[in-house]
């Protein structure tokens, strides 16, 4: 932008009519047109970096179905997984849940993550009790959240889950959340 640029829209809004009584002049009007202004945009992103873009990825992957849905296969002898995705210090990967299969309570590592349910409705049990979660819900967890997620319904469910960076661990924990066990007084 050459320096010419300020003046012009200074000039341009010091020649402007006074604004009406009733409705003031709307931040177009005194910024002029954002959009117009190449050096206040940022690039787009090739890949996610924040919280908040990992939870618009799943969001867009969950919205794209014909990206997943032929993939899907429900195997009642172990939970199915496929691995959908990879990016720098990321990995999405997609999971099938027949009726009454679960993951065990475990954690995630040094890895945050986002998990969608995609169809069906899952249960996920945690130290902070249980939730239902059903097509279309979300949960973001931080390194170190153990939880277990199980289906307790009679049909079939699918879940899509990001990690960052990479799952490179899943610890099992012995006392699952589901079941707690007696524990000594």
């Given at each position: 932008m050459n320096s010419a640029t300020p003046t012009v829209i200074a000039s341009a809004a010091a020649s402007a009519s006074p604004a009406p009584a009733t409705g003031g002049e709307s931040d177009l009007q005194i910024a002029g047109d954002i959009l117009a202004v190449q050096h206040l945009l940022q690039p787009a992103r090739e890949h996610p970096a924040t919280v908040a873009e990992f939870v618009g990825l799943a969001r867009s992957i969950a919205g794209d179905r014909a990206s997943w849905e032929h993939l899907v296969r429900y195997d009642a002898t172990t939970r199915w997984y496929h691995r959908l995705r990879t990016g720098p210090g990321y990995e999405v990967w997609l999971l099938s849940w027949v009726p009454g299969q679960g993951s065990g309570s475990?954690?995630?590592?040094?890895?945050?993550?986002?998990?969608?349910?995609?169809?069906?409705?899952?249960?996920?049990?945690?130290?902070?009790?249980?939730?239902?979660?059903?097509?279309?819900?979300?949960?973001?967890?931080?390194?170190?959240?153990?939880?277990?997620?199980?289906?307790?319904?009679?049909?079939g469910a699918v879940s899509l889950h990001v990690y960052f960076p990479g799952l490179t661990e899943m610890p099992m924990h012995s006392c699952s959340p589901a079941r707690p066990e007696a524990l000594p007084a």
């Amino acid at each position: 932008m050459n320096s010419a640029t300020p003046t012009v829209i200074a000039s341009a809004a010091a020649s402007a009519s006074p604004a009406p009584a009733t409705g003031g002049e709307s931040d177009l009007q005194i910024a002029g047109d954002i959009l117009a202004v190449q050096h206040l945009l940022q690039p787009a992103r090739e890949h996610p970096a924040t919280v908040a873009e990992f939870v618009g990825l799943a969001r867009s992957i969950a919205g794209d179905r014909a990206s997943w849905e032929h993939l899907v296969r429900y195997d009642a002898t172990t939970r199915w997984y496929h691995r959908l995705r990879t990016g720098p210090g990321y990995e999405v990967w997609l999971l099938s849940w027949v009726p009454g299969q679960g993951s065990g309570s475990h954690g995630h590592g040094s890895s945050s993550g986002v998990m969608t349910v995609l169809d069906g409705e899952l249960t996920e049990h945690s130290a902070r009790g249980r939730l239902s979660l059903g097509a279309g819900s979300q949960r973001v967890f931080a390194p170190g959240y153990a939880h277990e997620v199980v289906n307790d319904t009679l049909d079939g469910a699918v879940s899509l889950h990001v990690y960052f960076p990479g799952l490179t661990e899943m610890p099992m924990h012995s006392c699952s959340p589901a079941r707690p066990e007696a524990l000594p007084a």
